[in-house]
């Protein structure tokens, strides 16, 4: 199967980056900060990233302070 097609009129790949499957490393000291994804560098990569999915530590109570946080 290809996932990858030119929309019609159109000229560029289509990418669909929320289709990755990135290994999780709950351990920063355990990450490569490329290849795998920590919660130190998620903090990053949700920054140039949509993430299609909560990350594990994130599903904990909600944080008081992050309240204001937008959806
Ligand atoms: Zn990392």
Not at 16 to 35: G, N, S
Not at 57 to 68: F, I, M
Request: aromatic share 4%.
């Amino acid at each position: 199967m290809d996932f990858s097609h030119i929309p019609p009129g159109g000229t560029e790949l289509v990418h669909h980056i929320d289709e990755v499957e990135i290994p999780l490393v709950t351990d920063p000291a355990r990450c490569a900060h490329d290849d795998t994804l920590c919660p130190e560098c998620a903090a990053l990569w949700q920054t140039e990233h949509l993430l299609s999915e909560r990350l594990p530590w994130e599903q904990g109570p909600p944080d008081p302070t992050d309240a204001e946080r937008d959806e």
